[in-house]
């Protein structure tokens, strides 16, 4: 790229002001309908950064590619890319061992399944979309976009990956709704047994390998219909399909308290509810296995810690496009411990704090993050003690009875409306 170039408007690698605007106005369907899993299974990984100019080198750039280039930077540094953290890879091994491990297994009557646990902010459903998406890749890959399992004579999408979100109001009706929502199939009038039985076929006709329910934390057990969904949820298992749940903080949901942990497998057991039929349907005995894996924080008390956190910034640094950013912006002298304090280690909260910077670094013309800029962000909250964030996973439990008779006190009625019929005039 020389001179002449950078005057005529030819920059390599920088999109027109039209494909810009369409990356920021097309249409990003969501990830919970078929079509909009394969739009993010096919664009996660396309987005290219614009090429680095000096202040200079930009100034010799025609005044509508300039801006253009401006535009372009903008959504560079506010879309940081995935990386591969400890936290992800851990994630990834035990993903990828279960549904490699479930895709050969012949004749199971259930698969086992995986729970990914964390707190706000620590990027499970990025982690785990991002894992099944490459998992789908080279299932395809092995099988050449074909479903090996497919009956002849139909046209039945071929989807090895489900992603759904648990209903707000879960009940186990209102979920096979939500996963028949996923292929856009129509699924009225009919009765809850029929539903199950729709679910199950479209699983198998599809060809799904994995299903994946978002924000299984929703779900509490002291609630009858949440109690049934955990039942179904554990029916699913028996349909040929590894069933990976994710939410935040599930132990402290209910969902593993009656659980035991076997040391020497590695895996939470999870024994049948009481309640063993979902509106007349016979849920299966046999006892069911599910490997609960954490999604961490980034720590920084070792020097394999630290060897990460910094690792995890450089990549940041590398991806972030700002005309008098330094080498070492993010990962030499106090940076790394002044990021690790802000944020706690949280990759959502640094992602975001980096990613305001780098806007208020653009608008500001200083186009480089130091800790002065950063002081002037901030991001909710800038926590050191993660005990608070259970406080929103414990609001929906029941408190205990505080009465010593076993039930919970009622609260009085408000009589004051009530009509005590005629008044006795001789009262009067």
């Known amino acids: 790229m020389n001179n002449d170039d950078l005057a005529a408007g030819r920059l390599q690698g920088l999109p027109s002001r039209k494909q810009i605007a369409a990356m920021m106005l097309g249409t990003n369907p969501h990830r919970h309908t078929f079509s909009g899993w394969q739009h993010y299974r096919a664009t996660r990984t396309r987005f290219v950064p614009p090429p680095r100019l000096t202040v200079r080198q930009r100034r010799q750039l025609p005044d509508d590619r300039a801006y253009d280039y401006d535009l372009y930077r903008r959504l560079t ?21 279960r549904l490699q491990g479930n895709t050969l297994r012949i004749n199971s009557p259930t698969m086992p399944g995986v729970m990914v646990s964390g707190w706000g902010n620590h990027g499970k459903t990025a982690a785990v979309c991002a894992i099944a998406a490459a998992f789908e890749d080279a299932w395809l890959a092995l099988h050449q976009s074909l ?23 879960a009940t186990p009706k209102s979920l096979c709704e939500t996963i028949l929502n996923f292929f856009a199939l129509n699924r009225w009038k009919f009765t809850l047994p029929q539903l199950i039985r729709l679910v199950a076929d479209s699983l198998r006709d599809h060809g799904v390998k994995a299903l994946i329910i978002d924000d299984i934390n929703r779900l509490r057990m002291h609630r009858a219909d949440d109690q049934d969904v955990l039942d179904l949820l554990r029916g699913l298992m028996s349909f040929n399909v590894t069933l990976i749940l994710t939410g935040v903080n599930i132990p ?70 700002l005309l008098k950013a ?35 670094a653009m608008t500001s013309g200083k186009e480089n993050i130091d800790q002065a800029l950063l002081d002037q962000i901030i991001i909710g909250r800038d926590t050191s003690d993660e005990e608070d964030e259970g406080v929103e996973a414990k609001k929906d439990v029941p408190r205990p009875d505080r009465t010593g008779t076993g039930k919970r006190r009622r609260k009085p009625r408000n009589t004051v409306f009530d009509d005590h019929g005629p008044r006795d005039e001789a009262a009067g």
Do not use: C
């Open 252 to 321: 402290g949901t209910g969902l593993l308290r009656e659980a035991a942990f076997n040391q020497g497998t590695r895996q939470w057991t999870l024994p049948p509810l009481e309640a063993t039929r979902v509106h007349g349907m016979e849920v299966t005995q046999i006892e069911r296995r599910f490997e609960l894996v954490e999604i961490d924080r980034f720590h920084y008390d070792t020097p394999q810690e630290m060897q990460a956190f910094v690792a995890h910034l450089r990549g940041i640094e590398d991806h972030l496009r």
């Open 77 to 97: 540094n506010v879309n940081l890319p995935l990386q591969d953290t400890p936290m992800l890879l851990k994630v990834r091994q035990v993903i990828e061992r």
């Open 147 to 169: 479903n090996p399992e497919a009956i002849p004579g139909t046209w039945d999408l071929h989807a090895p990956v489900v992603y759904v979100q648990t209903p707000v109001t």
């Open 326 to 360: 330094k080498e070492g912006m993010l990962t030499t002298g106090s940076m790394p411990e002044y990021l690790m304090r802000r944020t706690n280690g949280v990759i959502g909260l640094l992602s975001r704090l980096i990613e305001d910077g780098a806007q208020d």
